[in-house]
């Protein structure tokens, strides 16, 4: 199982990637919908995570992540701590 | 304070304006057009056809997001523009196309219509809504191919629908030459994976859990 803390840098590496964002712009208070231009980009960001992680997400759990934290507690209570 | 969306087809010529602005409003916002009107651009005209359907979602009098969907005519799609001998190979294996275009969703006027109470947004339900209604008529008007001209930075959103690449990346005018490149959902093929074993992603099955709208589905060809 990761560490929360390997878990954040992950998520954040892949919001600055898929975002075309500054590392040191997200935070784990960071307001998801605040950082992406669109909800293109949203669900992108989800499909990342997805394929990052290798895990389904459910439509429902998504429109519930506000936060980079909801995120990380998202991935925290689905993944088993490997990935593709 | 609960936002209640309403989705309706545009038919009168002022509601094509809003519609036009707001997709300029967007698409200048995220750095696609400059200044440029998208109705002087050259896709108004597509937009008012009889082969044109175009959709709002709206709460109240403000409209928050729309789609347009253009069938083939005589006259051709706006994305003949740039990818007429892409779209001509459909044409000569006597494929159905339809083109979706002009899908914005104006997430700032969403936002100042929220109470700070409000923690969901429905932008997402605003978008996948737009693109389930777009697939809804694909599929009951017997549609081979949705087209698609794209910003490439939505590739990997597009390519998860299922979309495939027809078209290299080109400068599009219609967009003030921004860069844009093709793809096109395979109707059929969604539809086959529905009634397989295959398994969808979140996109999918939220886009086909949209309840069928009867009235949306019998404007147009």
Aim: with cysteine; net charge negative.
């Amino acid at each position: 199982m990761k560490h929360r803390e390997e878990i954040e840098s992950e998520v954040r590496t892949l919001i600055a990637s898929t975002l075309s964002l500054n590392d040191a712009e997200i935070t784990v208070e960071s307001i998801i919908a605040d950082l992406s231009a669109d909800s293109i980009q949203l669900f992108e960001l989800l499909i990342a995570f997805e394929k990052f992680y290798g895990i389904e997400t459910a439509y429902e759990d998504i429109v519930a992540l506000r936060t980079v934290n909801d995120i990380i507690d998202y991935i925290q209570s689905t993944h088993t701590g490997t990935h593709k | 304070m609960i936002i209640m969306i309403e989705f309706r087809i545009v038919s009168q010529n002022d509601e094509y304006e809003q519609a036009q602005a707001l997709v300029s409003r967007v698409y200048e916002r995220e750095g696609y057009t400059g200044n440029v009107k998208i109705g002087d651009s050259g896709i108004g005209h597509f937009l008012r056809s009889g082969g044109s359907t175009t959709l709002f979602a709206q709460s109240g009098d403000q409209v928050l997001g729309t789609i347009s969907l253009v069938s083939d005519a005589e006259t051709g799609l706006p994305m003949d523009n740039i990818y007429r001998e892409e779209l001509d190979i459909f044409r000569r294996e006597k494929k159905k196309i339809l083109e979706v275009c002009q899908f914005a969703v104006d997430k700032i006027a969403l936002k100042n219509m929220m109470s700070e109470e409000i923690e969901k947004t429905p932008e997402h339900e605003i978008s996948l809504s737009l693109l389930g209604y777009a697939l809804q008529y694909g599929i009951h008007k017997g549609y081979d191919y949705l087209c698609f001209t794209i910003n490439p930075k939505h590739v990997p959103f597009y390519e998860s629908l299922g979309c495939i690449k027809i078209g290299d990346e080109k400068l599009y005018p219609f967009v003030n030459n921004a860069p844009a490149v093709a793809y096109a959902l395979p109707v059929k093929e969604v539809l086959k994976q529905e009634t397989s074993s295959y398994k969808q992603n979140f996109l999918h099955k939220k886009m086909m859990s949209i309840p069928v709208r009867h009235d949306f589905l019998n404007v147009g060809n």
